[in-house]
């Protein structure tokens, strides 16, 4: 199964990344490309451990819907949300939350694997694995300029 790490280090304080790390209205703000929106679920606000989110999306030219529920949470230093349904076979995402002297260290491992045996593993490998190191990365750049900035004060009131 494909594995991303990815590590970030934002200038702000922990509580207020873990909180816009959790954050819906961040999420659809930092994903214009993909035009998302929650749907069902937990649509506007925090998400908290338990809940669920539906998200509908245009990936890949197609639009999709992706239903994720966060696993496991220990505030304000890790979070994890698993797909319920959607177009993966398996889809996890862990967020780890470090307080650093200036900043905070936030760090993504995302699991993911396709459906359709043989193929699915090459398109993970080949196309998919990039895909959304992409997308994951630009969310990431956005979150960081919230947080680094006056602009987390307009999602998290």
């Known amino acids: 199964m494909p594995r991303i790490h990815l590590t970030t280090f934002i200038k702000a304080p922990i509580q207020r990344v ?9 999420h659809t703000v ?3 490309g993909t035009n ?3 749907i069902e679920g937990v649509t506007t606000g925090l998400i908290n451990i338990h ?3 539906t998200f509908r999306a245009r ?3 197609k639009v999709r819907q992706h239903t994720s529920k966060i696993t496991a949470m220990e505030a ?3 979070f994890a949300d698993e797909m319920m349904k959607g177009d993966f076979k398996r889809f996890y995402h862990e967020h780890y939350f470090k307080q650093a002297d200036n900043g905070t260290i936030m760090i993504d491992i995302l699991g993911f694997e396709s459906p ?12 998919l694995k990039n895909y959304l190191e992409h997308f994951l990365l630009k969310r990431n750049s956005i979150l960081k300029e919230y947080a680094e900035t006056d602009k987390w004060e307009s999602i998290l009131k």
């Not at 873990?18 to 961040?26: H, N, Q, V």
């Open 18 to 26: 873990f909180d816009l790390g959790r954050s819906i209205d961040l």
């Open 30 to 32: 930092s994903t214009p």
């Open 36 to 38: 998302e929106q929650a």
């Open 51 to 53: 809940e669920t989110v």
């Open 59 to 61: 990936h890949l030219f």
């Open 76 to 78: 304000p230093f890790y």
């Open 116 to 127: 359709y045996g043989f193929a699915g593993k090459l398109a993970d490998k080949f196309y």
